[in-house]
């Protein structure tokens, strides 16, 4: 029998803990494989079997002593993200998922010595990997500029996509009435989802929120995401939504159930995704797949894997952020097009097609 260990510290997180918890279940089932999870028992359910306490911080130093020591022998150890154990493991074979390098990257706020120990970690897990997945050609082509591995190492790179998987039975017009009374959602609203960091660009989406409230009385922001979740850079936030007179228009939902995700994805004129960057970036496509559209911005990662099925809008210039919103918001022919090419778009990104890929991957690295 094989063993698999994975380091699932992160299962509970949004991104990276999305993807675990997505790919997980299809791995837990692989016969003639012994799956050990490795992480926080609490936050590891419903899995209660073959789990290794691991209580490190990510990024903190300290982990790397704690992977070394309790690591068990294996055939594979999976990362799933680049804070590998950058030590001598019992593992035959090593993967890694790098899902972004935004660590790295100027517009990172991180000091130099973070960055530092960033860039490391990432350039272990690639060197002492068997293999790499990457989740988008952005990220694969970011690691090239600002890593430049060997060739070697670029011979180990795996891009396979994340998949849409929503519930598949979309919630009936009564729940989806229930649901936004509860959070205190009166429609009309556009739709943030995603962390409230920087890079995400949540302060433009509010300034060009505070520009189209002016045009548009009844219009509202809802923000699924943590209000009080400030990351660094963004201590000015509230000052903002205060000076510009929303605070009553703006709704930060915090964590969400996915039913009542697919009923904000429903009822919205439109998801707005201003970032500055992502690795790949999710929810477009669940938006996409439940009939919402989509306003991102131009950047390589979405227009790779969205092509023409969102709104685009210039992340730097709130002005055309809010532009491109309340046009969207007036033009019911506009919603219309982007909601069916969106829908034909995310139909793509199947969930049978990530998953055989991944499995693939570890079958191969079992017989190589």
């Not at 990257?105 to 690639?126: D, F, G």
């Not at 990997?129 to 190492?153: C, G, M, N, Q």
């Not at 039975?169 to 989802?193: A, C, H, N, Q, T």
């Not at 509230?238 to 009553?248: A, C, M």
Request: charged letters at 25%; one cysteine or more; proline letters at 7%.
């Amino acid at each position: 029998m094989k063993r698999i260990v994975i380091d699932a510290r992160m299962i509970q997180m949004s991104g990276i803990g999305r993807y675990i918890r997505s790919v997980l279940p299809a791995v837990m089932n692989l016969s003639d494989v012994e799956i050990i999870l490795m992480g926080n028992p609490h936050e590891l359910l419903p899995y209660t079997e073959n789990i290794i306490p691991l209580r490190s911080r990510i990024y903190h130093p300290r982990e790397q002593g704690e992977l070394a020591r309790k690591i068990p022998p294996c055939d594979l150890f999976w990362s799933p993200h680049f804070n590998v154990p950058i030590t001598k493991i019992k593992a035959k074979k090593r993967l890694v998922t790098i899902h972004d390098v935004f660590h790295i990257t100027s517009i990172a706020p991180y000091n130099w010595l973070e960055k530092t120990y960033a860039r490391y970690l990432i350039q272990q897990a690639i060197k002492l990997s068997d293999a790499v997945i990457v989740v988008s050609e952005f990220t694969r082509d970011e690691i090239d500029f600002y890593l430049h591995p060997s060739p070697k190492d670029k011979a180990k790179f795996h891009t396979i996509y994340h998949f849409v998987e929503m519930p598949q039975d979309l919630v009936s017009p009564e729940e989806r009435k229930d649901i936004l009374s509860r959070y205190g959602i009166r429609p009309p609203f556009i739709l943030y989802v995603g962390n409230i960091k920087p890079h995400k660009n949540i302060e433009g989406l509010i300034r060009a929120f505070a520009i189209v409230s002016r045009l548009h009385k009844e219009l509202s922001l809802v923000v699924v995401g943590n209000k009080d979740n400030f990351y660094k850079g963004l201590p000015e936030l509230e000052k903002i939504i205060t000076e510009h007179h929303t605070s009553d228009r703006i709704l930060f939902t915090g964590s969400v159930k996915d039913r009542e995700l697919v009923t904000f994805y429903q009822e919205a004129i439109a998801l707005v995704l201003p970032s500055f960057y992502e690795g790949f970036g999710l929810p477009p496509l669940e938006a996409m797949s439940v009939g919402c559209p989509v306003i991102v911005s131009y950047i390589p990662v979405f227009w790779e894997i969205l092509e023409n099925s969102a709104y685009y809008v210039n992340p730097y210039s709130y002005e055309d952020i809010a532009q491109k919103i309340y046009t969207m918001v007036c033009d019911n022919e506009l919603q219309e097009t982007y909601r069916q090419r969106g829908k034909e778009r995310a139909a793509l990104f199947t969930k049978d097609k990530t998953i055989s890929e991944h499995l693939s991957l570890i079958n191969s690295l079992f017989m190589g």
